[in-house]
Every structure is written in structure tokens, then in C-alpha cells.
């Protein structure tokens, strides 16, 4: 048989391995070598999903580890299985299994520099004469359980001072910053980690996976992580993390003395007694050596203008409107000022009743916007959730002695903000459940004896929102999201003071320029800090017909890492185009998904692509290799965005330098990995702006350089979506009414710095705004 089960019994194989086979060991699989009554044993550290080739064979990888090499730099290799055979090993193989692969054939790898394993690959296959003995145990750890593989592989962490550019590692880390997962601009959930060790050395890492529950489970600032194969990268100078095929973690309470429990999504996993050790050691030198206290606050401590993460238990939810949602959560505390009451339809609101109104003095009533919602609209009443970076503010109400408090998750992922749901095992769950069941409800009223009239008084209409929201614009329009220190500052004051300083204002938009908002998109390289403008869509259009004249080169078609199509077109030119379609493990992927390369086409056959595939890149041949156009084109258009490299800081590397990125288990393209592999200094398109800030003390000019934090709306997105055109219109008409008196104009609360500017002529003071946003709430 060519797939063949053996069970283990007493530590002993009960059937042997054909007498002829001698063991191979993994140093010792190289090209030009007899390998044909040899085998290689090793243990399944990963596997991919059964796939189709375009030839109809079925197509299964498993990467083996060599137990016997476990602590060599290379210690692991691909397998490749082809037709029957790769359907039944996907049937019966298994994370942890020992596997003999023998009759194989060895070539070389196209994907060792990217994945750091074995040179060469094996090829098995029933046609070749292959043989695959899979060494399986019986299986008693029940599935809550934790599980180990059958021969636990030894797994060597690289301290983070020791990181390089290139390699694939494995680490441990204690998290000093991270956003929970969010939806990225693909189909991919993103997480961004900041790890630190006693190497005092900072890593920030960028997670990718279509399965929310397959990234590390971090609850909090402190936690403890371990990466298995994580790609560490250089960009900008600095070293990054970033997630390779087979990449795998667990994630620790890092609170001294709590029980040393993994956190996964996967039921096999090795986790060693020495390991133990080292998650105890980094717990104490957190302890001792780092500031993670966090922004954590109980209902009963919050104060206006706070940014703080809160531990709760939501009791109830509602849709508000479009673009924000309610949740109803407590903590068994009492907050101490007046707390808004979202007003929504009965009808609407998810939750008891009973309990809606027992809690209804300990519950608060947090807005959530933006890509928030959709997370929202899933939640369980009854979860315990912990929502990271809510911002208090204090809202406007008439003869009120008391402003009530609101309670606002803005949009964005800025500064962690997100929703966790914990698992009720999780130790600050159990303190808080704990507490809950403490709480005296006894004097709360009951339900049954409320009449439907009062049960309809309890929520109003929906068009109350839209006029509390109105009221609420006039009293600050931005929010500050960090620097909560600092005092205000009158603005005469700060034209009196020396630069460079910090300064927190309450002011007033007098005017602004440009006031036709497009002219404030520009192009930005941080490199040498110079700023162009976006290039008109007809200079585009010119270069790529000018491109068109040279046909493209058929020898540079249908390489090994992509497919390519011709045609000549039937108008009088009879021009030739080419179209490059990029693969990934030999196969072409789904129109999103897919990356392309296009010889010859014109702006209009150009725009038609990137509305089908995920990203084009224009090209010419020569002769030895596709090239980038003139950097005054766009190298990469995605979607509706073209993407633009600096002429001076960028030194373009032949195409065939995207191969390494289609060699990733998930390639993301994304346009800063595109612009690093093809040395290309991406440009960032930023909103560049004067304000005039007035606040009855003095009058200052400060710039606004801004990509997306401002506004909320990506400066790269403006210039071709007239809803964001429009949004940015109605955010300017509001912080900055046309037609008002000075009075009239609504406050804003801004960061601004001051610094110097010397040329031979003179000395000059100038100001820029920082972090500060523009309220959700405020369009």
C-alpha cells in the first residue's frame, strides 16, 4: 500500500519497515545523490488544505521537522504529495504525526529563502513508486484537554536584541501595546502587537488571518506571548514581525502568580516544563521593570475627558443608526456623575427586561461607531467584554445642574481601541462575576409591577439622538487622544514663548486654507520629507500610450511565478497587450486575491482591471525582465487608488524581486511590502492645511499634516470617493461654519507644537496640530 497506518505499541512499531530502506538524515538530502532505498522519518509540524492543480491531481504539502536536527538552523523541509496519494494522506495525517516518506524524489526548493526550511523539497506520488508510513498513537488526551505531539520537537526562542532582517524565529514577549483584531482593507483580520523582553529591545508586530480566533488571544497590556514562526522583517529602518506559513502562538496572563494556562485557538500545541520557567521569569521582570498598569477604570472612577478600558458585562444592545450602535454593559459600580441614556425604540433593544431594569441605575450606555459595529451587532447578551480606549465626555443638557457623562467608542483602531470578549475562565472574569453576585439589586423595582406605559417611558424616539448630537457639536468638536496632562493654554501666551514646546489649546476656527479641500491632498515622502503634488490623470495616460509602443518581449512570458496572456488589438495600430497573472503555489488565485502585471494597455483598460483583481502594476519589457514605468506614473494601482514611489529616494529592483512575496502562505499585497520588494519609496498622500485659531486672548496660524487621524478619512481615499469629498465638507462646515459670527463658532480642543524654522534670511516660529481628531459624532 502506498499510504500505510503502523501503530505504536509499547513505544515499538508493531509492523517494521521494509529491510532495504535506510534512514536518511535531513543534512544529508542533497542534489545528485542516490536516494532511491532511502527514507526520511520526521514529525508534522504543519499541513495545508487538499487542493486541485490545474492538470485535475489532487495536491497535498505537510512540512516535517527532523527530530534528530531539532536545534539546527534548518531542522525542517516540504513534502509534497501528488494524485491519490496526497487525497489519502490528507485523510489520515495529523499535526504531531511521525511520517517515513520513502521512493521520493528530491528537487529543489523555490520557497527555502521565504519559509528558512530545507533547500529541496521531497515529491511523492503513487505513479513514482512512493511510499508514506504514517506512525500513529493512540489517541486518549480528550479534546479540552491539552494536547502534545507524539515526539515533542525542541523549539529555540531568539531573544529580540538578537532579531535579523530575513529569518524566521521563534520568540517570547511580554505586550506593551496592541489593537485588538480588526477588519483589514483585504479579507483578512489584522491584530498589531508591541512586544518588549529584558533585552530592552521593542518589537512591533503585524498579524494577518481570515480566522479572528486563529491570532493571539491578548486581554490586556502585560500579557504573555510566544510566536513560532514569525518573519522578521526591516523597513524604515526598523525590525518588524510579521506572520509566516505555520506561524502559531500562545498567550499567557503575565500576572505574578497566576496559573500558567495557554491561550489558543489550536487543540495541539507543545508547551515544555521548562517553558513554565521562562513565562514565570518574564512575568516578574514586568513586574519589576516595566509600567503596565494600563488605562483600566472601574464606572466608579471614571471623570469627563477620560480614554480608559473597562472589564464589563453587556446586558443589552440596540442599532442607533448607520454608522454607530449602543451597548448597555455594568460593572457593579456606580458611576458618580448623570449618564446619558441613549434614546431607542423599545422594539429595538436587545435584552431582559426584568434585568434591563434591575440594572438600570448601575448601567452606562456606550456609543460604538464605525467598523466597531459590525463586532457589536455579534454579541451575546450576558458576554463579558473588555472595550479598550472608550472616551467619557461631558454632553450639554438644559436646566440640568449636572451635564450628563457619554460614553464613546470612536472609530478607528488608534490607541488599542477595539472589543474583546473574554471566556468566563479568564481571572478577571471570575473577580468580576464574583462581584456581580455580590451586588445588592433588592431595592430595584420590580418588573411586573411596571405598566406598558412605563416600560415605554423608558426609551424615546430615535430623532431625540439626532438633536442631542446637534446640541453636542456646538460644545467640542475634536477630541484629544493623548497628552491628558497637559493644561490649556492661552494663545498669546505661546506667541510670547520660545520654541520648541507643547501646548494644549481651546480655540476657535476663524478660516482655513485651501477652501477647495482637494488642493490639500499631497504626496508625501518621509525619507527626504518632501511634498509634490498628486500628478494629473492625463499624465498617466500619456506614459502608459508611450509605453505601448514597445511590444512586449515573449521570451519574459509565463515564467515559474506567473501565467501570461497576449492579444493584438483590432483598431488600426494593432497594438499588442500582455497581461501577467501572478500565482501562488503554482496556482492562479481569485480575482481578489490576485496580483497583475499589464504591458501595453491604456488608462481606460487599466481602470477596468483594478475594478476585477486586487492589484495592478503597469510594465514594459526589456531584455532580460519586466520593469516599472517612469516613477512619475503610479507603480500599483489598487482599487481606486493609485500608489506613487519618490524619484529621488527610490532605486526600482526587477519585477521578479514580487516572486518572494507570492511565495508567502498568504500573500497580503499590500502596497508598502509591494514598494519594499520593488525599492520603491512609497509616497503617502496627506492633507496639508492652514488653520487660524482664535481664542479672544490672540490669533496664530497652525498646520494641519495629516494621512488619516484628523479627519477619520484616509487623505489617500478623498480625491476619487465623493462621499468622503462630501464627509470632509460637511467636517470642515462644522468646526468652521460659513456665514457665522466669531461667537457663534464652535470650540475646538487641539495639540499643537511649536517649532523653528531658519533659513539665511530670517527666523520664523510655526505651528502644527497633533494629536487631535475630529469627534465621531461631530458628521
Known amino acids: 500500500m502506498p499510504v500505510q497506518l503502523l501503530k505504536i505499541i509499547k513505544g515499538k512499531s508493531e509492523t517494521l519497515l521494509p529491510s532495504h530502506l535506510q534512514k536518511e538524515d535531513l543534512k544529508h538530502l542533497q542534489e545528485g545523490f542516490d536516494h532511491t532505498n532511502k527514507y526520511f522519518q520526521g514529525i508534522v509540524i504543519l499541513s495545508y488544505p487538499l487542493t486541485k492543480l490545474r492538470d485535475g491531481r489532487n495536491f497535498f504539502k505537510v512540512v516535517l521537522q527532523d527530530l534528530d536536527n531539532s536545534f539546527s538552523r534548518i531542522n525542517s523541509i516540504n513534502i509534497l504529495i501528488y494524485g491519490k496519494m496526497a487525497e489519502d494522506c490528507a485523510n489520515v495525517i495529523r499535526h504531531g504525526d511521525t511520517i517515513v516518506v520513502a521512493g521520493f524524489k528530491l528537487a529543489k526548493s523555490p520557497t527555502a529563502r521565504e519559509d528558512g526550511r530545507h533547500g529541496c523539497h521531497l515529491e511523492v506520488s503513487e505513479e513514482a513508486g512512493s511510499a508514506v508510513y504514517i506512525y500513529t498513537r493512540p489517541r486518549t488526551t480528550a479534546a479540552s484537554e491539552t494536547a502534545s505531539v507524539s515526539v515533542a520537537p525542541k523549539y529555540v526562542y531568539t531573544p529580540l536584541n538578537h532579531l535579523k532582517d530575513g529569518t524566521i524565529v521563534n520568540l517570547y514577549g511580554v505586550v506593551k501595546f496592541f489593537k485588538p483584531p480588526y477588519v483589514s482593507k483585504g479579507t483578512d483580520y489584522c491584530s498589531v502587537v508591541t512586544l518588549v523582553d529584558p533585552s530592552n529591545v521593542k518589537l512591533t508586530c503585524t498579524l494577518f488571518n481570515g480566522n479572528p480566533d486563529s491570532l493571539p488571544k491578548i486581554y490586556k497590556v502585560g500579557d504573555i506571548v510566544r510566536f513560532h514562526r514569525i518573519k522578521i522583517k526591516e523597513y524604515n529602518g526598523q525590525i518588524q514581525g510579521i506572520t509566516s ?78 454608522s454607530s450602535f449602543l451597548l448597555k454593559v455594568w460593572d457593579g459600580t456606580k458611576c458618580p456623575y448623570p449618564t446619558w441614556k441613549v434614546p431607542v425604540e423599545a422594539r429595538d433593544l436587545e435584552g431582559e427586561k426584568v434585568v434591563l431594569h434591575q440594572l438600570q441605575n448601575l448601567t452606562v450606555d456606550i456609543l460604538v461607531y464605525d467598523n466597531h459595529v459590525q463586532l457589536a451587532k455579534s454579541l451575546k447578551i450576558g458576554s463579558f467584554l473588555r472595550i479598550y480606549s472608550i472616551h467619557t465626555k461631558q454632553g450639554g443638557a438644559e436646566n440640568e445642574n449636572v451635564s450628563p457623562i457619554e460614553f464613546h467608542l470612536h472609530g478607528g483602531t488608534c490607541y488599542g481601541r477595539g472589543i474583546g470578549v473574554l471566556p468566563e475562565s479568564n481571572l478577571d472574569v471570575k473577580e468580576l462575576k464574583a462581584f456581580l453576585e455580590s451586588v445588592d439589586l433588592a431595592g430595584s423595582q420590580n418588573m411586573e409591577s411596571m405598566s406598558s ?28 487622544t493623548d497628552h491628558q496632562h497637559l493644561k490649556n493654554t492661552e494663545l498669546k501666551t505661546i506667541l510670547n514663548s520660545t520654541a520648541p514646546q507643547q501646548y494644549r489649546i481651546r480655540a476657535k476656527l476663524r478660516t482655513y486654507k485651501p477652501q477647495k479641500l482637494y488642493q490639500s491632498i499631497k504626496l508625501h515622502c518621509s525619507k527626504c520629507n518632501s511634498l509634490q503634488e498628486v500628478p494629473d490623470g492625463d499624465d498617466f495616460d500619456c506614459i502608459l500610450r508611450g509605453s505601448a509602443v514597445t511590444a512586449p518581449n515573449p521570451e519574459l512570458q509565463n515564467t515559474s511565478w506567473y501565467d501570461s496572456v497576449m492579444w493584438t488589438t483590432q483598431d488600426q495600430k494593432q497594438r499588442k497587450i500582455a497581461i501577467h497573472f501572478v500565482k501562488h503555489d503554482e496556482m492562479l488565485q481569485q480575482p481578489e486575491d490576485t496580483l497583475l502585471m499589464i504591458e501595453g494597455g491604456t488608462l481606460k483598460e487599466v481602470w477596468k482591471l483594478t475594478k476585477r483583481f486586487k492589484c495592478v502594476i503597469p510594465v514594459r519589457s526589456n531584455k532580460d525582465d519586466l520593469e516599472l514605468l517612469d516613477l512619475s506614473a503610479p507603480f500599483l494601482l489598487q482599487g481606486s487608488i493609485k500608489y506613487y514611489g519618490c524619484k529621488q529616494c527610490s532605486t526600482p529592483k526587477p519585477i521578479k524581486s514580487l516572486s518572494s512575496i507570492a511565495a508567502e502562505q498568504r500573500p ?35 498646520y494641519l499634516f495629516d494621512y488619516e487621524k484628523f479627519f477619520q478619512i484616509p487623505a489617500s481615499e478623498i480625491l476619487t470617493n465623493n462621499f468622503l469629498q462630501q464627509k470632509m465638507q460637511m467636517t470642515m462646515n462644522t468646526i468652521c461654519p460659513p456665514g457665522r459670527k466669531l461667537d457663534d463658532l464652535p470650540w475646538l480642543e487641539c495639540f499643537i507644537k511649536s517649532y523653528n524654522v531658519r533659513d539665511a534670511m530670517k527666523h520664523q516660529v510655526h505651528y502644527r496640530i497633533f494629536d487631535t481628531t475630529v469627534a465621531e459624532d461631530v458628521v
Open 245 to 322: 506559513v505555520g506561524f502559531a502562538s500562545l498567550t499567557f496572563d503575565g500576572t505574578v502568580g497566576a496559573p500558567v494556562v495557554p491561550r489558543t485557538s489550536s487543540k495541539v500545541y507543545t508547551f515544555m516544563d521548562e517553558e513554565q520557567k521562562t513565562v514565570e521569569e518574564l512575568r516578574v521582570w514586568a513586574a519589576s521593570s516595566l509600567s503596565i498598569s494600563g488605562p483600566a477604570a472601574k464606572l466608579s472612577d471614571v471623570q469627563p475627558m477620560l480614554f480608559f478600558d473597562l472589564t464589563c458585562q453587556l446586558v443589552g444592545k440596540a442599532k442607533v443608526d448607520g
Open 453 to 480: 406605559v412605563e416600560l415605554d417611558g423608558m426609551f424615546k424616539n430615535i430623532t431625540d439622538l439626532e438633536s442631542h448630537l446637534q446640541k453636542c457639536q456646538q460644545l467640542s468638536v475634536t477630541v484629544l
Open 668 to 702: 497580503s499585497w499590500e502596497p508598502a511590502e509591494i514598494a519594499q520588494v520593488l525599492g520603491i519609496e512609497l509616497l503617502q498622500y496627506v492633507f496639508i492645511m492652514k488653520f487660524t485659531l482664535v481664542d479672544g486672548t490672540g490669533a496664530l496660524n497652525a
